[in-house]
């Protein structure tokens, strides 16, 4: 059907929660969207693959291409080539280097990791000693968050960051050296990682040596699932998460716009906010309405389909018998 608008998405991985969101509110949003046909390939986080998923989709010629890139050096020749092919490219979350794209979509790391120094600056009562946790290095929020941290603790000469731990986005790669660390030093006040999960991480290392109760954590990602950090925040586990929208459905949106020749920002931000004990309830409960209302919406646009095509299949049954 030549009114079909396709849309690749090329994503880095579905391991993770905030990953699967983000796939989920693009795909609510699509099915709103019937003559959309949206097209997931999971690089499942191997570079590699996602050069070849991407060269994939290029060959289907798509209206639009979105790209969550793993990486942003290794995956930025191959959003050149279907840029320069003429398909618009919508980059979402991390970056790719150089120009060669249509749109960029995500919140703003710097700001992400500003958030994070302003919130433990006021929110300090102790040493000020802070272990920070970074994501995977080749990744630009790993990179965005650690310059914003380090550019809003520079206000505040009392708070200090005494070690850097190198993560790659999971918690597992932080555990052995924060074990180290926690039992070398006796003064760290907060530990502020890039994501909700390595800062679960750094709390079951913390709890494991019976400091839980003595260091604070702040993560970012604020997924309100049942793993997620609105519920950590709740649990009391971490004591903040700056929240980082998955833009799932901003992004299709906005790929639609494109497709539709509307004028469109190169850069669309998407908002970020400190979510602690003082408003995580209410943070669920927005998210969980907008949820429902999704949901909602979706099995609206179902019935309609079916109505749709139990009327296609009547008309063709009705022209067949006036036809005998
Ligand atoms: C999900 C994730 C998030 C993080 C984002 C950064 O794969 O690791 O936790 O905020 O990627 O790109």
């Given at each position: 059907?030549?009114?079909t608008?396709?849309?690749?998405?090329?994503?880095?991985?579905?391991?993770?929660?905030?990953?699967?969101?983000?796939?989920?509110?693009?795909?609510?949003?699509?099915?709103?969207?019937?003559e959309?046909?949206?097209?997931?390939?999971?690089?499942?986080?191997?570079v590699?693959?996602?050069?070849?998923?991407?060269?994939?989709?290029i060959?289907?010629?798509?209206?639009?291409l979105?790209?969550s890139?793993?990486?942003?050096?290794p995956?930025t020749?191959?959003?050149?080539?279907?840029?320069?092919?003429?398909?618009?490219?919508?980059?979402?979350?991390?970056?790719?280097?150089?120009?060669?794209?249509?749109?960029?979509?995500?919140a703003?790391?710097?700001?992400?990791?500003?958030?994070?120094?302003?919130?433990?600056?006021?929110?300090?009562?102790?040493?000020g000693?802070?272990?920070?946790?970074?994501?995977?290095?080749?990744?630009?929020?790993?990179?965005?968050?650690?310059?914003?941290?380090?550019?809003?603790?520079?206000?505040?000469?009392?708070?200090?960051?005494?070690?850097?731990?190198?993560?790659d986005?999971?918690?597992t790669?932080?555990?052995?050296?924060?074990?180290k660390?926690?039992?070398?030093?006796?003064?760290?006040?907060?530990?502020?990682?890039?994501?909700?999960?390595?800062a679960?991480g750094a709390?079951?290392?913390?709890?494991?040596?019976?400091l839980?109760?003595?260091?604070?954590?702040?993560?970012?990602?604020?997924?309100?699932?049942?793993?997620?950090?609105?519920?950590?925040?709740?649990?009391?586990?971490?004591?903040?998460?700056?929240?980082?929208?998955?833009?799932g459905?901003e992004?299709?949106?906005?790929?639609?716009?494109?497709?539709?020749?509307?004028?469109?920002?190169?850069?669309?931000?998407?908002?970020?906010?400190?979510i602690?004990?003082?408003?995580?309830?209410?943070?669920?409960?927005?998210m969980?309405?907008?949820?429902?209302?999704q949901?909602?919406?979706?099995?609206?646009?179902?019935?309609?389909?079916?109505?749709?095509?139990?009327?296609?299949?009547?008309?063709?049954?009705?022209?067949?018998?006036?036809?005998?």
């Amino acid at each position: 059907d030549d009114r079909t608008i396709h849309i690749g998405f090329s994503q880095a991985m579905t391991t993770d929660e905030w990953r699967q969101q983000m796939n989920k509110s693009m795909r609510i949003e699509a099915a709103l969207h019937p003559e959309v046909a949206l097209d997931i390939r999971d690089a499942q986080n191997d570079v590699n693959q996602q050069v070849k998923d991407i060269g994939n989709l290029i060959k289907t010629n798509p209206d639009v291409l979105i790209v969550s890139p793993i990486a942003s050096e290794p995956i930025t020749s191959v959003v050149q080539k279907a840029y320069e092919h003429g398909i618009p490219v919508l980059i979402v979350d991390r970056k790719i280097q150089g120009e060669s794209f249509s749109a960029f979509l995500g919140a703003d790391n710097i700001e992400v990791g500003r958030t994070a120094a302003n919130y433990i600056a006021a929110n300090s009562t102790g040493s000020g000693k802070v272990i920070e946790i970074t994501g995977l290095e080749e990744s630009s929020p790993a990179y965005e968050r650690a310059l914003g941290f380090a550019q809003g603790l520079r206000k505040y000469p009392a708070i200090s960051i005494v070690a850097t731990i190198h993560g790659d986005w999971e918690k597992t790669s932080v555990k052995t050296p924060l074990r180290k660390l926690f039992s070398e030093r006796t003064d760290i006040e907060y530990v502020f990682a890039h994501n909700d999960r390595m800062a679960q991480g750094a709390w079951e290392v913390a709890q494991s040596m019976g400091l839980e109760h003595q260091i604070k954590f702040v993560g970012v990602d604020g997924l309100n699932t049942p793993n997620g950090g609105i519920q950590l925040v709740k649990k009391g586990k971490l004591e903040a998460t700056v929240l980082y929208p998955t833009g799932g459905n901003e992004a299709l949106k906005l790929a639609l716009e494109i497709v539709q020749g509307k004028s469109f920002a190169r850069n669309y931000i998407l908002n970020t906010i400190v979510i602690n004990k003082m408003n995580a309830e209410l943070m669920e409960n927005q998210m969980n309405k907008i949820d429902q209302q999704q949901a909602i919406m979706d099995s609206q646009q179902q019935a309609i389909q079916q109505q749709e095509a139990k009327y296609t299949s009547q008309n063709t049954l009705l022209k067949l018998v006036t036809v005998l």
